[in-house]
C-alpha cells in the first residue's frame, strides 16, 4: 500500500525531513561537534544520524526505487561529509565514520521492509481517529 500519497501531513514531514538534514551537515561540519561520553560515542551518533534520515525519508517516499534512491544519496552525503571533514582543516576524515554513516542508513532501510516505513502513516491514523 502507497502511504505516502495518504499523508495529510506530507508538506510538514519533508519540512522536518529537510530541517534533519541541515542538522546532521550542520552538526557534522562545525568546529566544536557534540560527543557522546562513551567508548566510540561518535561512531553510535553517525550510525542514529543517517539511520534517523533513512527512516524519515522513506516514510515519504514507498516506491521501491526512490528508497534504494535515497539509500545510496544518503550514503553519499556520508562520504561527502567525511572528505568536507578532511578538507576543513578542524575535523578529521574518517573510514569508519564513513561506514557508521552507511550502516545506519541501511539498517533503516531494511527496517522499511518490516513495517518501520509507516510510521508517520499509522500516527496521522491515530491523530484523525483521536479526532474525530
Same mark, same amino acid.
Given at each position: ?45 553517525? $550510525? !542514529? #544520524? ?6 524519515? @525519508?522513506?516514510? &515519504? ?5 526512490? +528508497? =534504494?534512491? /535515497? ?34 542508513? $541501511? !539498517? #533503516? ?6 513495517? @518501520?516505513?509507516? &510510521? ?5 491514523? +491515530? =491523530?484523525? /481517529?483521536?479526532?474525530?
Amino acid at each position: 500500500m502507497d502511504t505516502t500519497a495518504t499523508l495529510k501531513y506530507r508538506p510538514l514531514w519533508l519540512a522536518i525531513g529537510w530541517g534533519l538534514v541541515a542538522l546532521v551537515v550542520y552538526l557534522s561540519l562545525t568546529p566544536r561537534p557534540v560527543e557522546l561520553q562513551i567508548s566510540h560515542g561518535d561512531k553510535y551518533s553517525h $550510525l !542514529l #544520524a543517517y539511520f534517523v534520515l533513512m527512516g524519515w @525519508f522513506q516514510q &515519504l517516499y514507498s516506491t521501491r526505487l526512490s +528508497r =534504494l534512491l /535515497l539509500l545510496g544519496v544518503f550514503v553519499g552525503l556520508g562520504i561527502g561529509i567525511e572528505y568536507l571533514q578532511g578538507m576543513s582543516g578542524m575535523r578529521f576524515f574518517d573510514v569508519a565514520d564513513m561506514a557508521a554513516n552507511a550502516l545506519g542508513a $541501511l !539498517l #533503516a532501510w531494511l527496517l522499511g521492509w518490516f513495517g @518501520f516505513a509507516s &510510521l508517520l502513516f499509522r500516527l496521522e491514523e +491515530r =491523530l484523525m /481517529l483521536k479526532r474525530g
